[in-house]
């Protein structure tokens, strides 16, 4: 599975921005597909994930309530729609699946996950 995200950029907080991620290869659609975030010095940070094998979405503290992760199975893709963004958003964004099952209580754990796009940066300016 090769992915590949995109979208990301500078903005103002307050703004709203969507980032996309293109899969190609083989079918994600067991396991989970999902966004993480980083930000130099720190660790990957769970952002939300779907998961294929309950149909369920699952979002992290951070990013409930201001993201939404969304699929387009005829395009192969995945989408993380963010709003009101705010400075502590500035990370590098990545997304993130593994073709097999993940257990719930797993899916916020990034080392699970085998297939990882480039990332793509996001800014938001105060």
């Known amino acids: 599975v090769q992915l590949q995200a995109s979208g990301g950029g500078l903005v103002q907080a307050g703004d709203s921005l969507r980032l996309s991620c293109a899969a190609s290869?083989?079918?994600?659609?067991?396991?989970?597909m999902g966004w993480f975030r980083q930000v130099p010095g720190k660790e990957r940070e769970f952002v939300a994930v779907?998961?294929?094998?309950?149909?369920?979405?699952y979002y992290s503290d951070i990013s409930k309530g201001r993201f939404t992760i969304s699929k387009d199975n005829a395009k192969n893709a995945m989408y993380l729609q963010m709003i009101s963004l705010i400075p502590e958003d500035t990370a590098v964004y990545y997304c993130?699946?593994?073709?097999?099952?993940?257990?719930?209580?797993?899916?916020?754990?990034?080392?699970?996950?085998?297939?990882w796009g480039q990332g793509t940066e996001v800014t938001v300016s105060s």
């Open positions: 993130a699946a593994n073709r097999n099952r993940i257990a719930v209580g797993s899916l916020g754990d990034s080392r699970v996950y085998g297939y």
């Open positions: 290869g083989r079918s994600v659609s067991v396991g989970a």
């Open positions: 779907f998961n294929w094998s309950g149909g369920r979405t």
